[in-house]
């Protein structure tokens, strides 16, 4: 499953991050060429958060729906 966020703040990213972790499986965050870690804060503040960002859920199912709607205020 794959969805556009836009992250805008430092609070943002804490929240995306903390609702990332509650994920069983793998979260890829993409931009351009870069791939970083959904789940670590400090891959988020490595790439530009400046535009909309591409998540990548490793698996798809009802852990993928909850956490869609958990991060429902950052989907662009």
Do not use: W
């Not at 969805?3 to 931009?31: G, I, N, Q, R």
Request: proline share 5%; glycine share 6%; aromatic share 10%.
């Amino acid at each position: 499953m794959e969805f556009f966020v836009m992250l805008t703040s430092v609070a943002d990213v804490k929240e995306f991050v903390d609702a990332a972790c509650t994920y069983p499986y793998d979260v890829d965050v993409l931009t351009g060429r870069y791939v970083v870690n959904g789940k670590s804060i400090m891959g988020l503040f490595s790439i530009d958060l400046s535009r909309p960002v591409t998540v990548r859920l490793a698996q798809a199912g009802p852990e993928a729906d909850a956490l869609k709607a958990l991060l429902a205020p950052y989907v662009h």
